[in-house]
């Protein structure tokens, strides 16, 4: 059973190629999709491509609309969203894609650290699996694989 995960959230660490890591060393028939991570590219795509724009409201919108493309696409295809909220910086789309993943009725991961536990209390609510660590995702995945404890 090939899974199919999107990995949402934070871009300034190396979470999702630990995940993909730990997938890899376990053997896990896993698909990943994600987002594009060069921040520059997301934040600039929809004016390289359809033309520059004056005000940077505009700006951002024509990016946000293309990202939109690959994000809902993601969702839409996931068996399983996994969303990491980091430490540095609001991450607002992060908490927009869990809630969308939740919309979509997709099984959601929502991984953060204990300060974030109050914030994000009500994406906690809609996910199936609040974890800490990209080593915790990787033991889920294997969990619903194989049924199969770590260990």
Known sequence: MTLNVYLSGEIHT????????????????VAFSAPVTDHEASDDCGVAIMGAEADKFWHDHKGAKLNA?????????ADIVVVRFGEKYKQWNAAFDAGMAAALGKSLIVMHGPEHQHPLKEVDAAALAVVET???VVQILTYVERGTLPG
């Open 14 to 29: 190396d979470w999702r190629q630990d995940i993909l890591d730990g997938c890899d060393r376990a053997g896990l028939d």
């Open 69 to 77: 493309i690959r994000t809902r696409r993601g969702l839409e295809q």
């Open 134 to 136: 990209p080593e915790q």
